[in-house]
């Protein structure tokens, strides 16, 4: 297949690979405009934006709530370092906390920096609640996580591509099958185990969705054991699958769930990408006193976690999610989105499977694992104006914006079914 790219997006693409390290092999397209569900790219065609910056825009390009929020901040202070208080921070701190029913917030602001700041937590809770002798404790991970690209993360990472080259590794996790819940239950045997680290769905890998009762069933171990159980929301958290968090599975409590059936409330919460709704990098961590309180000044921090920007940026991307009903609509949106490709799939031999919740989904594609055949389809989709992006070779994933609405997905699946029947 051969696609040729605009002489204008050409140019900037040539720039951009002249100068820059080579970390990433993006969709060649180069946009400069967003709104809501839609982006545009420089010679002005317009795109339904199906990455949502790997859901980070989940309340929709530009929110204008949030940028109001943003503009108005970075006129009036943007950073004080922690060195000192500013007059913001005190408000996110309890808008969040109630938000998400929890004692105390650690703002960070990359979510690779608030996995971190989970994991040296979770350590310092066992040597000091615990007991874990000094250096011992060790944090149960799952094959194919996805956390962030620190040198400590990759170290328990399992894919070649990320790790290789870039030891020597952090000692400390073990390393267990996901959605396998008796691996769990073995792997807790061990009485120097600080927390057990996972992605409710894992996205990265593809979107895999585990069985409906794991997150519950996982919790319930992990209570027994007393090991902290570590929730990495970045990407499934703030409405993205159809509920507040994905460990809340289907009701809408926003985190305030009696129901223990429905929800398996972490001890340690990581939130970052929509926390912002993709205006600004913010990211954090949740838990009781119990836990967070073993941090002290002078142990851990950033110099822009917790900045004013920041503080006001969150507190309107989560005000969105609530006044727009995020969540329920994420949870419309997606079952219908499955329900009608399910139906394509019903005829065709090119896609074997659809799966996800709310609105982060997958498709996988009938082809090797190292074909080429979904980022061909992800090549025309584009030149249909949708962008979505593999995950994996043959697993292409569908995140749009959670401000959508029936007529823009109706739309959007069109597009999809006629690119996929391109391809039978
Ligand atoms: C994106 C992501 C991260 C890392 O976030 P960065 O902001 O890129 O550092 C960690 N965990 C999960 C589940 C993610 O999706």
């Given at each position: 297949?051969n ?16 100068h ?13 405009r ?35 929020a ?6 009036t ?5 922690r ?6 921070l005190?408000?996110f ?13 650690l ?10 700041t ?6 310092k ?23 962030g690209r ?17 030891g ?19 792997a ?14 894992q ?31 970045i ?6 699958t ?24 972490p ?13 600004y ?8 006193d ?9 142990q851990h ?5 917790g900045n ?14 609530k ?45 090797s ?34 401000v ?7 739309e ?13």
């Open positions: 297949m696609i040729v790219e605009s002489n204008k997006s050409q140019q900037y693409i040539e720039v951009e690979e002249a820059g390290a080579h970390n990433y092999h993006p969709l060649p397209v180069v946009l400069e967003g709104d809501g569900v839609y982006v545009w790219d420089v010679d002005g065609k317009r795109y339904f934006d199906f990455l949502s910056a790997y859901s980070a825009v989940n309340q929709g390009h530009c929110h204008p709530s949030i940028i109001n943003m503009n108005g901040q970075a006129k202070l943007t950073l004080t370092s060195a000192f208080h500013n007059d913001k005190g408000a701190n309890k808008y969040i906390t109630e938000y998400f029913n929890f004692d105390k917030v703002p960070m602001n990359t979510g690779a920096e608030a996995v971190e989970a994991i040296k937590i979770a350590r809770w066992a040597y000091e609640k615990k007991g874990v002798a000094e250096t011992d404790a060790q944090i149960i991970v799952c094959d194919n996580n996805f956390h620190t040198t400590t993360i990759i170290s328990f990472s399992n894919d070649e591509n990320a790790r290789k080259n870039f020597p590794y952090t000692p400390g996790f073990i390393k267990i099958p996901y959605d396998d819940t008796d691996a769990l239950e073995k807790l045997q061990q009485d120097n185990v600080a927390g057990f680290l996972v992605e409710p769905i996205g990265e890998a593809g979107v895999y969705t585990p069985s409906d009762d794991y997150m519950r069933k996982a919790k319930e171990l992990c209570t027994k054991n007393n090991v902290l159980f570590i929730a990495d929301e990407q499934t958290g703030i409405a993205r159809g509920a507040l968090l994905a460990v809340c599975g289907k009701c809408d409590c926003q985190g305030h769930c009696e129901r223990q059936e429905t929800y398996s409330r001890d340690v919460l990581i939130l970052g990408k929509a926390l912002s709704g993709g205006a990098p913010v990211s954090a961590v949740l838990a009781d119990e836990i967070m309180n073993v941090i002290h000044p002078g921090g950033s110099t822009f976690g004013p920007v920041a503080a006001v940026v969150a507190m309107a991307a989560l005000d969105v999610v006044d727009e009903s995020l969540a329920q609509n994420a949870r419309k949106l997606g079952s219908y989105f499955r329900a009608q490709i399910n139906e394509y799939i019903e005829t065709t031999d090119t896609v074997v499977l659809v799966r996800g919740r709310g609105l982060l989904n997958a498709i996988v594609i009938n082809d694992e190292d074909g080429d055949t979904a980022w061909n389809i992800c090549m025309r989709l584009r030149d249909h104006g949708l962008l979505a992006k593999p995950t994996h070779g043959n697993i292409i994933r569908f995140a749009p914006p959670l959508m609405t029936m007529e823009q997905l109706d959007c699946i069109a597009i999809i079914i006629k690119t996929l029947k391109e391809f039978e």
